[in-house]
């Protein structure tokens, strides 16, 4: 099985334009995450998701909007990109969220604002 | 505030035992993870403990003092494969993953 893809791969975009980063998972698990990871600093929660149909705000959202339509697909949106978004994005997702289970990670988007 | 500590970069020789330490101050806690961490890859599962103790995978261990607010991940017989970062992470009261900034491991030869 795929696991957790992601793309772009990566991405230069332009201060001020916007961008969805795409997430998908076959593994059929109800929670996903979305990270950034910025040199220094450790893994940090933009938004989450406990099943299908519902979100929620991690550590720092703003500027970060989410939707979860179905189970597979988590995708994240920049709709106003500014140089401080600058960073690797993972996705991860777990079986639940309201357990200590393991989250699994997806290979990343590198992105570049300009 | 909630905080996870580690140091920043370890060095180490091939063949040799290395121990990673992590403490961390959260809101609760359900529980500690290790991952690892390629350069440019994603972090992929190491160990979970929840209990106090060892627990023993292979050539990784991890151990947890609940109070301490301590653990640490000891890797044995180290391979050049095992120069990555090690990230320690705290899933506090709420479920939500706490994050060091990683340890960075230097393997020579």
């Known amino acids: 099985t795929a696991g957790i893809t992601q793309a772009p791969t990566s991405q230069i975009l332009a201060a001020g334009r916007s961008m969805t980063l795409r997430c998908t998972q076959d593994?059929?698990?109800?929670?996903m995450y979305w990270y950034r990871q910025d040199l220094g600093l450790g893994l940090r929660l933009i938004h989450y998701?406990?099943?299908?149909?519902?979100?929620g705000k991690g550590e720092v959202p703003d500027g970060y909007s989410v939707s979860r339509a179905n189970t597979d697909d988590f995708p994240l949106t920049l709709a106003s990109a500014v140089p401080s978004q600058t960073s690797v994005y993972f996705c991860?997702?777990?079986?639940?969220?309201?357990?200590?289970?393991?989250?699994?990670f997806g290979p990343g988007t590198r992105l570049t604002v300009l | 505030g909630q905080n996870i500590d580690q140091p920043t970069e370890m060095t180490a020789t091939e063949g040799a035992i290395v121990q990673i330490n992590c403490t961390y101050q959260t809101s609760g806690f359900n529980g500690l993870f290790w991952y690892q961490q390629h350069a440019g890859e994603a972090p992929t599962f190491l160990s979970y403990n929840v209990l106090d103790g060892l627990e023993e995978k292979g050539r990784f261990s991890s151990f947890l003092s609940r109070s301490k607010g301590y653990s640490y991940l000891l890797l044995k017989e180290l391979q050049m494969k095992d120069y990555a970062s090690y990230l320690c992470?705290?899933?506090?009261?709420?479920?939500?993953?706490?994050w060091g900034a990683g340890t960075k491991l230097i393997i020579k030869p």
């Open positions: 992470a705290v899933m506090d009261s709420n479920y939500q993953l706490i």
């Open positions: 593994m059929r698990h109800n929670a």
């Open positions: 998701s406990n099943t299908a149909g519902t979100t």
């Open positions: 991860a997702s777990s079986d639940s969220r309201e357990v200590s289970d393991t989250q699994y």
